[in-house]
């Protein structure tokens, strides 16, 4: 089974809708992580989070909000979609203790009509 | 602040040729530095890593040696296989901060 989990894998929307991407990790991580893949520009953070109290915006915040409901749960959120949105999201975790790496998930594309 | 330069893809290659992506780097005092590969409809993971200086870092025929003189961190392998298609990503995490900085990311396509 995977470590890191989103839903949906895909999501088709229309411009103007709310829409909630979710991730689950079952890694025991206390740090979790939103990015956003565009061709071309490599991964651009959005949010992160180093335990549930904890929430920080990243390079690209604007238009996005987060939910860290567990420390296992951690929820990225776009309140009005727009088509400059459309792209590919990814969750990722780190443990404090034991290093750097990131652990990713699978992917969600988003597609905003 | 910390940044990390790649060199532009696609890379093309047909198999058994030998690879070399380049990644230098911009960072405050002695980062620790990643390769992570993203095969097709997947998320990243980490293919390598190096901690110091004149370390090497290697995995599944891959090697990267840190450089702190020219600040780089080339990525390599001797013989490519079809299998190695896919986008590879230069980060580095530099002591002071929480958050690594990643390169954007070299495409590779091997052909049989």
């Known amino acids: 089974d995977a470590d890191v989990t989103q839903t949906p894998r895909n999501r088709i929307t229309k411009t103007g809708k709310r829409i909630m991407l979710e991730c689950s990790q079952t890694?025991?991580?206390?740090?979790m992580y939103w990015y956003r893949q565009d061709p071309g520009l490599g991964l651009q953070l959005i949010y992160y989070?180093?335990?549930?109290?904890?929430?920080n915006k990243g390079e690209i915040s604007d238009g996005y909000s987060v939910s860290r409901q567990a420390q296992a749960k951690f929820s990225l959120s776009l309140e009005s979609a727009i088509p400059n949105q459309t792209a590919l999201y990814f969750c990722?975790?780190?443990?404090?203790?034991?290093?750097?790496?990131?652990?990713f998930g699978p992917g969600t594309r988003l597609t905003v009509l | 602040g910390d940044s990390v330069t790649q060199m532009e893809g696609p890379v093309t290659l047909s198999e058994e040729a030998f690879l070399t992506i380049n990644c230098t780097y911009t960072?405050?005092?002695?980062?620790?530095l990643f390769w992570y590969v993203q095969y097709p409809g997947e998320g990243l993971q980490l293919l390598l890593k190096?901690?110091?200086?004149?370390d090497k870092g290697s995995n599944k025929g891959f090697e990267a040696t840190y450089r702190k003189e020219t600040t780089s961190f080339h990525l390599e392998k001797g013989s490519v296989q079809v299998s190695d298609s896919a986008v590879y990503f230069c980060?580095?995490?530099?002591?002071?901060?929480?958050?690594?900085?990643f390169g954007r990311g070299t495409s590779l396509i091997v052909h049989p």
């Open positions: 990722a975790t780190s443990d404090s203790l034991s290093g750097d790496e990131q652990f």
């Open positions: 890694k025991g991580h206390d740090r």
């Open positions: 989070s180093f335990d549930v109290k904890d929430i």
């Open positions: 960072a405050t005092g002695y980062p620790s």
């Open positions: 190096a901690t110091k200086a004149d």
């Open positions: 980060a580095l995490k530099s002591g002071g901060s929480y958050i690594p900085t």
